[in-house]
């Protein structure tokens, strides 16, 4: 297992974000984080990544336990995410932005290698046009990418995608799609929050369902649609559930 | 969405680029223009040998130094210190103490520097934690703070301060030569600020520090190590401010709390750097001798010699509101095929 969530909890105030949080991510899969708005995905994504200490209970990362550790810490121990609202370095051209996470990420690379890491990553994600550009410049797709550039610079063991989907017309969705697939075929692990639902489905090898704080329910896509809980909860509509088994079928 | 491309920064990956692939000498005609402007302009006076003509040209090359120090908290780091003077003062203090001990310049004006870089590592741990207008304000306490205390330390001459035996100057060849002397030393110290900024701005560590500068959080989740970059950026932007004290106060032969601690410096140096280009090489050091030229002009003129500083505040709204970039910052924008010339 390359992360271990341990009876996580995070309250802000008297908002209980997340209580009692377990799941296991075995190396080398994509799992899936899927709840309504406000479920606490991101909160959870903030405690794995050392944003946020949880108020109870342990990360354990490639067997080290979190706790203390703050996000520059987590990253270079191999860890890196996409931010759901996306926060670009604008006045830095795209490169520079790729390269912060070479220089900064796992690999701790000098700004030589870096440059051609970033080009070859820019390149992977599409971004190669836009090198020069400043990133405050871009559109919303392309920060997108760049989010997962910067991310994906850093060479990490485990890769945290928070709506990496969201926003992008059906066109963009499948290039991501396809873009995730061969990140997860060289050997990273990926955790991804997403609301668009069928491509979850096809994509994720387990999947984690929050809803206000909870864990509603664990398993394979196939488990997870089958739940009447999800079904009840989220889902909402058994015709919508019978259509995404047979997508995770 | 429209994609509008820009090219604002471009240079400054093509200086790294070519940083990596030349050796210092050839990397950048941009460091080597501003590096020759400084030293046409610091000769002159050298060369005429005309004395007045030194002392607005040491003005200058002075604030040079200063300015070009704070922009690498301010311009590359992105945190604004309002009282960045506290470092000139403390250096000029811990230099005249040690002067007036028997010392020798060339000891006790890196000892100065050395005070102003402790007091920056200190400082840097207990307020590089806040952020904006909260550090801004930390910074203006704790000038005012230190001449407070300076001004009760029995060891540095309470509110009198420490003045140097006029004797001083004769193990330096003599008053007339040790002023001489300083605007060498002087000039020496603009020099190594401005390449210092260049090496700090082409560098890993120059990238962390801008990556800060944009978004620190996105930055510690990429894995900068945002308190140690910061408190060198901090202890950086000290160093040569803390020497020049020593140094000016060298010259001057006296020091007391009102002279080392003037916040109103604080703000000039801040209007230089803004003028010329935050996060520029080349814009702290034209704005420093911009104003500088300015502000000689205001003083010789008597409509405008009470109103020195509301211009300076005047001026810095006008930057603000108008030029954000400063001078290089706009050229840069505007004339993207000069940028390698503009670093
Ligand atoms: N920093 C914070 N302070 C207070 N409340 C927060 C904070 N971050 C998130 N929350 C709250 O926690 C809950 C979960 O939010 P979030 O994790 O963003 O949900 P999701 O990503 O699943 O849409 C929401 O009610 C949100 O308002
Ligand atoms: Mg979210």
């Known amino acids: 297992m390359i992360l271990e969530l341990q009876q996580i909890s995070k309250s802000f105030g008297g908002l209980q974000a997340l209580s009692n949080i377990s799941f296991a991510v075995p190396e080398g899969q994509i799992m899936g984080l899927l709840g309504p708005n406000g479920a606490g995905k991101t909160t959870l994504f903030n405690v794995i990544n050392g944003v946020y200490a949880p108020s109870q209970g342990h990360v354990i990362f490639r067997g080290h336990d979190l706790k203390g550790l703050k996000p520059y810490h987590i990253a270079r121990m191999g860890m890196a995410r996409t931010h759901q609202i996306v926060r670009p370095l604008k006045d830095l051209t795209v490169r520079e932005n790729v390269m912060v996470g070479a220089c900064f990420g796992r690999e701790g690379h000098n700004l030589a290698e870096a440059a051609q890491i970033a080009d070859d990553i820019m390149q992977f994600v599409g971004l190669a046009e836009r090198a020069r550009q400043l990133a405050g410049s871009l559109n919303v797709a392309q920060k997108k990418r760049l989010e997962l550039a910067r991310a994906l610079a850093a060479r990490p063991h485990l890769l945290l995608l928070d709506e990496v989907l969201a926003g992008l017309n059906p066109a963009e969705i499948a290039t991501m799609v396809e873009t995730i697939r061969r990140i997860r075929d060289q050997g990273v692990t990926i955790i991804m929050i997403e609301h668009v639902m069928h491509a979850t489905m096809k994509l994720c090898d387990q999947l984690v369902v929050l809803d206000y704080g909870k864990q509603l329910a664990a398993g394979t896509p196939a488990e997870v649609a089958a739940n009447p809980q999800v079904i009840e909860a989220y889902l909402g509509d058994p015709k919508l559930a019978e259509s995404l088994m047979d997508d995770a079928a | 969405m429209k994609d509008r491309p820009s090219f604002a920064s471009e240079a400054i990956t093509a200086e790294r680029e070519a940083s990596v692939k030349l050796g210092l000498l050839r990397r950048s005609p941009g460091l080597w223009l501003t590096l020759a402007i400084a030293l046409v302009v610091g000769l002159y006076p050298a060369l005429t040998g005309n004395v007045a003509v030194r002392e607005v040209v040491f003005t200058m ?12 908290l301010l311009g590359y780091t992105g945190y604004v210190s309002f009282g960045h003077v506290v470092f000139f003062g403390l250096g000029g203090y811990v230099g005249m ?29 207990a307020i590089l934690r806040l952020r904006g207008a909260y550090f801004a304000l930390a910074t203006i306490g704790i000038n005012e703070a230190m001449r407070a205390f300076i001004n009760n330390f029995a060891p540095f001459g309470g509110p009198t301060g420490i003045s140097l035996n006029f004797q001083i100057y004769t193990g330096y060849g003599g008053a007339g030569q040790a002023l001489w002397l300083t605007y060498y030393v002087l000039l020496g110290l603009a020099i190594v600020s401005l390449v210092l900024s260049y090496l700090v701005k082409t560098s890993k560590f120059g990238l962390g520090l801008m990556a800060i500068r944009e978004d620190e959080d996105a930055a510690e989740v990429m894995g900068v190590i945002t308190p140690n970059a910061k408190t060198w950026a901090y202890i950086l932007s000290a160093i040569i401010p803390g020497i020049v004290g020593a140094l000016f106060f060298f010259k001057n032969g006296n020091i007391e709390p009102n002279d080392a601690f003037r916040l109103h410096f604080s703000i000039e140096m801040l209007v230089m750097v803004m003028l010329g280009g935050q996060g520029t090489v080349l814009g702290p050091m034209l704005g420093a001798a911009g104003y500088q030229g300015l502000r000689g002009f205001l003083v010789t003129s008597p409509l405008f010699k009470d109103v020195q500083l509301a211009v300076a505040g005047g001026l810095l709204l006008l930057i603000v509101l108008f030029i954000p970039a400063g001078a290089v910052g706009w050229l840069r924008q505007h004339f993207p095929r000069l940028r390698a010339l503009l670093p």
């Open chain 2, 97 to 125: 103490f040690l002067l007036s001990r028997g010392m020798g310049l060339w000891l006790a004006a890196p000892a100065g520097g050395l005070a102003s870089g402790v007091l920056a590592f200190l400082l840097g741990k």
């Open chain 2, 61 to 72: 090359l002075l604030s040079v130094a200063l300015a070009s120090s704070l922009n690498i």
